[in-house]
């Protein structure tokens, strides 16, 4: 007979040494930028490591609000988990050279995405937008955040974009098997950039289940 308890406190203390693992990196602003399951190794609950660093880099470029920063996306990184904007970028490659993104984030997403397919959940196409837009979304990439989210008109059109990927990825969380973790998931899988939540916030909730509180 399982003890749902014992599964339960492994789960948190995974998952909290996992994201600590991830802001050990963001303290030191490195972006891994080619996160995946078989670049997180757990020998035990408290035994994480981190590997394959070729792509990352360091960023110490700030910006604030949805003014991100200009950003040449690798072309390595393994396209089943990264970021639904830098999937765009990914499928119109002669088109979109750089990117304004939040690296970070992105990175975020990949590690929602890792977590969710380790539990055996299809994440195929849950970082893909509808390819009929993908020139839409490429001017939020390409112009500014703000041209397409804060235009009276078009922010309507991607308001429906993002809802029809949000609603495939929400399905898709319903079906990981610790329920504790469900928001904190949602929060990560966020489609839209400026609303998905930074590791810092993420690594608040993994103390908590942990414990761990902050004041």
Do not use: W
Not at 65 to 73: D, L
Not at 93 to 110: A, E, H, N
Not at 157 to 168: D, G, H, M, N, V
């Amino acid at each position: 007979m399982k003890n749902h308890n014992i599964e339960n406190i492994e789960i948190r203390k995974i998952f909290s040494n996992l994201i600590k693992a991830f802001h050990y990196l963001r303290e030191r602003n490195i972006v891994h930028n080619d996160i995946s399951p078989i670049n997180i190794l757990i020998k035990s609950p408290d035994e994480i490591k981190i590997i394959d660093f070729a792509e990352s880099f360091e960023c110490i470029k700030k910006y604030e609000g949805s003014a991100f920063n200009n950003f040449i996306p690798s072309k390595y990184a393994n396209e089943l988990y990264i970021s639904p904007e830098l999937m765009t970028q990914r499928r119109m490659p002669g088109k979109i050279f750089s990117v304004l993104y939040d690296p970070f984030k992105s990175d975020v997403f990949s590690l929602g995405l890792s977590i969710l397919s380790t539990c055996r959940i299809d994440v195929t196409n849950l970082n893909c937008f509808d390819l009929n837009y993908d020139v839409f979304i490429k001017s939020m990439l390409t112009v500014s955040y703000g041209y397409i989210a804060y235009d009276s008109l078009k922010r309507i059109s991607y308001r429906l974009i993002r809802e029809k990927l949000q609603k495939a990825i929400d399905e898709a969380i319903k079906k990981f098997p610790y329920d504790i973790l469900y928001c904190t998931l949602r929060r990560m899988l966020e489609v839209d950039i400026v609303e998905r939540a930074t590791i810092d916030e993420i690594y608040k909730d993994a103390k908590y289940y942990v414990g761990i509180f902050d004041y």
